[in-house]
């Protein structure tokens, strides 16, 4: 199982939207997504009570010590992505989030305040070693302002652009705002926007970021099962050969 959390600082940065939407691009791509929500004001709830139906589950996990052995248990249920949308500001449960995700993103808007918001978040990454990017969000369609924004969150992470920003910016449309007030992810609500082709893209980048595909998942998981199975039917043999030896 991978896990991918959504964190940083500044409230308002599109968090929640931008989680809504991968898990859906992921579901839409073939992976099993489990939504995991650490955030008491409930976002992601009060979204899935809007929906009309239950084919996305959102999990709340509020305490640090609950997040470890709860991503284990999806792990060994045969989860494939967990993709968890934090609370503004650091807590321990952001930390526990971030200490056991496969990859941090850092969602920004191209404001002076954003980019400094997230250089916590950041600290917290690096200090548990977990590999991260930042992605801007709710962005003008163009402007002097995105690339500068671009420039700073490079120089701050002290990397090259292309190792710490994903792709493609997330412009801002109404699309996003909409659907969510819906139940829907902005694939479901406009399914042929541009918006839509912005997420899909957005989780093609994580896909090679991380070095995954639903098939080659599904793969491992049959093989894992499969060792596990043989392993079982091994101690039995030996404990059969025991009884009847003595």
């Not at 541009?194 to 049959?222: F, M």
Request: hydrophobic share 45%; charged share 20%; net charge negative.
């Amino acid at each position: 199982m991978h896990t991918i959390v959504l964190a940083t600082q500044k409230g308002g940065s599109g968090k929640s939207t931008l989680a809504i939407g991968l898990a859906l691009a992921a579901k839409q791509a073939g992976f099993t997504v489990r939504l995991i929500e650490t955030d008491p004001q409930g976002t992601l709830s009060n979204w899935a009570r809007r929906r009309n139906n239950d084919d996305v589950v959102v999990e709340p996990i509020y305490h640090a010590a609950d997040f470890e052995p709860r991503l284990k248990m999806l792990a060994t249920s045969g989860l494939q992505l967990a993709i968890v949308d934090t609370a503004a500001g650091l807590s321990a449960a952001t930390t526990a989030a971030i200490r056991h995700s496969d990859l941090c993103l850092i969602p920004a808007r191209p404001s002076v305040a954003d980019i400094e918001a997230t250089v916590s978040t950041l600290s917290v990454a690096r200090a548990w070693k977990r590999s991260y990017s930042f992605v801007l969000n709710q962005t003008p369609i163009r402007g002097q302002r995105i690339d500068n924004a671009a420039n700073v969150l490079a120089e701050e992470a002290a990397l090259d652009l292309a190792d710490v920003l994903a792709r493609p910016l997330i412009v801002m449309r109404n699309d996003h705002q909409d659907s969510l007030a819906s139940g829907l992810a902005v694939s479901e609500f406009a399914p042929n926007g541009k918006s839509t082709e912005e997420v899909r893209g957005l989780w093609q980048w994580v896909e090679t970021r991380l070095n995954i595909s639903a098939t080659n998942v599904l793969i491992d998981q049959v093989i894992s099962a499969a060792a596990g199975m043989l392993h079982v039917a091994a101690e039995r043999a030996s404990d059969e050969t025991t009884i009847l030896a003595s």
